[in-house]
């Protein structure tokens, strides 16, 4: 019920591709939904986040897309760069519980090829 | 820009020992965390502090584990009698707890990479 499951586990693209990451939850209580991208040697640093009454967030390269059906949401990179080079995680959080932990998924690295 | 800052960067203990993890949340922000990750896994959540009191704990969290805002800036982690399995990279956040554009963001200090011999 709290976990979050991230596929797949590891990507390579090439320079200029598009990157998908997909990530699906079973508790439905969940209702923030952020991305965080984590370089070697550093902390999860946030990326985009997406609340469940929108379909799609854009920030730059970077879009979220949620089906609350579903429960599934996704991480699309576009015009994938070297320097996106980096280990993602989706993660989720309900209200009024822990002061909104954050429930990680598995993880994801992506190797963009130059 | 502020950020989360903690110390040491890199603990080596033996088996059995205390160690105390120090953080500095962001200065303004009232919600600080512990999360851990042990090498190649996801990062997991132990503790979330608010009002000087611990709001939830992970199964993790267990009677080893205890955390202390001792001063105005400080938040620490203390593993009481460390284990070879409580080897893992420790994160420190902290979120002001505010809706709006950054919804609850948690910022996330660069961790202790703590190696339990």
């Known amino acids: 019920q709290q976990q979050v499951k991230q596929s797949p586990q590891s990507l390579i693209v090439q320079k200029g591709g598009i990157s998908i990451i997909n990530c699906a939850y079973e508790?439905?209580?969940?209702?923030?939904f952020p991305w965080y991208q984590q370089f070697p040697g550093k902390g999860p640093a946030l990326l985009i986040a997406i609340r469940p009454d929108v379909s799609e967030k854009k920030e730059g390269r970077f879009t979220i897309s949620f089906n609350k059906s579903a429960k599934q949401f996704s991480l699309h990179i576009m015009d994938s760069q070297p320097g996106d080079s980096a280990t993602y995680f989706c993660a989720a959080s309900k209200p009024d519980t822990g002061r909104r932990a954050l429930t990680f998924g598995s993880g994801t690295r992506l190797q963009v090829q130059p | 820009e502020p950020e989360v800052t903690q110390t040491p960067s890199h603990q080596v203990t033996q088996m059995g020992q205390e160690v105390i993890l120090r953080c500095v949340p962001i200065?303004?922000?009232?919600?600080f965390y512990w999360y851990r990750q042990i090498l190649g896994q996801k990062v997991e959540f132990l503790v979330s502090f608010y009002n000087n009191e611990i709001s939830e704990k992970s199964e993790i969290f267990d009677d080893q584990f205890s955390v202390e805002r001792p001063d105005g800036s400080n938040f620490t982690l203390k593993i009481r009698s460390t284990k070879l399995e409580d080897s893992a990279m420790y994160f420190c956040?902290?979120?002001?707890?505010?809706?709006?554009?950054?919804?609850?963001?948690?910022?996330f200090g660069p961790g202790t990479r703590l190696t339990v011999l």
């Open positions: 956040a902290s979120s002001d707890g505010t809706s709006g554009h950054s919804y609850n963001e948690q910022f």
């Open positions: 200065s303004n922000h009232l919600y």
């Open positions: 508790n439905t209580a969940f209702d923030y």
